[in-house]
């Protein structure tokens, strides 16, 4: 009995302890973000590295936008994208509703260069393994044209692939 009590107890002091592998950041009055600090690479094919976020209670739900890119140390070429956005009313009738206020962004990465949307005239970077760089950027929109307004926030920190 004692044998099974403790075992009990230290599976979930276990289940407790945060995992070494993940991180978070806060985009003040925009979202909490957690994050993989490291990610295995698939050895083929294509995977998804979640972004668990929270937005902040007092973000509008219209006109403002928060983006996730992975991107090489040496520059701006993208690996990885997700959005999150509010309403944004420049579109008039063709506005989609805001995204959920908790969510997950996926950001999509394949171990071979490929078109993020049939629309792409580029191609996306084929992942591997080493350091890269996360942006992080939030900003509001202008509601009659969806340029961005006003400061724009970037935060970067790093990721792992192996």
Known sequence: MKRTIFLFTLILALNMIPSA?????????YATIDYPATVKLKNSGCQN?????VTDDDLPRENSV?????TPL?????????????????L???AQPPMARIGVLKVKICRKAFKYSSNSQNLTLASRPG???????????????GSLIGE?????????FY
């Open 74 to 90: 040496e520059s701006k070429r993208v690996y990885g994208t997700a959005v999150w956005f509010s309403t944004q009313t420049y």
């Open 49 to 53: 590295i979640p972004f668990n976020y």
């Open 152 to 160: 724009k926030t970037e935060i970067k920190r790093f990721i792992k």
């Open 92 to 94: 008039g009738e063709r």
């Open 66 to 70: 928060f983006i996730v890119a992975i």
């Open 131 to 145: 350091k890269f760089v996360l942006y992080f950027s939030a900003s509001m929109t202008d509601p009659v044209n």
């Open 21 to 29: 592998n993940a991180s978070q950041i806060v985009i003040d009055g």
